[in-house]
T-cell receptor
Framework: GIQVEQSPPDLILQEGANSTLRCNFS?????LQWFHQNPWGQLINLFY???GTKQNGRLSATTVATERYSLLYISSSQTTDSGVYFC??????????FGEGTQLTVNP | AAGVIQSPRHLIKEKRETATLKCYPI?????VYWYQQGPGQDPQFLIS???????DKGSIPDRFSAQQFSDYHSELNMSSLELGDSALYFC???????????FGPGTRLTVT
């Protein structure tokens, strides 16, 4: 099956810093989504981005499908950004395959 | 905007008991997915339904079964519960089995 690798596995930032999270995948995909899992366990949809670039406030994402990677940018980080960020891809059958996530901690 | 609804939100069961988790998709969504997330792990796909028919199947134990009803809600039935079944169970929905999947808040199952 498809392999999804996220980096870095852990990231600690000071409030106000910027960061870039990476997601590499091993095969062509129909769908790519970024999620934020908050400390209460909820999975929040951030982006549906099989290709191209999108922005939503302080967050933006870019997927280069031909090179099989996606990037999530977080600018001016806040403590509420803490949690786990997952990249998930869909190839066929519509199931999502998740990466292992990036654990982000933003300190005040 | 309406979101995916899951019930119950928390469930505590003993070994060998049964559990039923319910999922109500976003209105007009016809596809439902179930995922299991163990402690410290990423969500793993269990099973999906499109227009009330099973559309895909992952590593779902034989002790688990699921179905989608005429109103598109879905239920995950889990029997002979084991300690290892303790996890967060997510339901997600989408339209036409394609495009973006929207996740519910999850049901946290604890087996003692």
């Amino acid at each position: 099956g498809i392999q999804v690798e996220q980096s870095p596995p852990d990231l600690i930032l000071q409030e106000g810093a910027n960061s870039t999270l990476r997601c590499n995948f091993s095969d062509s995909v129909n769908n790519l989504q970024w999620f934020h899992q908050n400390p209460w366990g909820q999975l929040i949809n951030l982006f549906y981005i099989p290709s191209g670039t999108k922005q939503n406030g302080r967050l933006s994402a870019t997927t280069v499908a031909t090179e099989r990677y996606s990037l999530l940018y977080i600018s001016s980080s806040q403590t509420t950004d803490s949690g786990v960020y997952f990249c998930a891809v869909e190839t066929s059958g519509s199931r999502l395959t998740f990466g292992e996530g990036t654990q982000l901690t933003v300190n005040p | 905007a309406a979101g995916v609804i899951q019930s119950p939100r928390h469930l505590i069961k003993e070994k060998r008991e049964t559990a039923t988790l319910k999922c109500y998709p976003i209105p007009r969504h016809d596809t439902v997915y179930w995922y299991q997330q163990g402690p410290g792990q990423d969500p793993q796909f269990l099973i999906s339904f499109y227009e009330k028919m099973q559309s895909d199947k992952g590593s779902i134990p034989d002790r688990f079964s699921a179905q989608q009803f005429s109103d598109y809600h879905s239920e995950l039935n889990m029997s002979s519960l084991e300690l290892g079944d303790s996890a967060l169970y997510f339901c997600a929905s989408s339209y036409l089995g394609a495009y973006e999947q929207y996740f519910g808040p999850g049901t946290r199952l604890t087996v003692t």
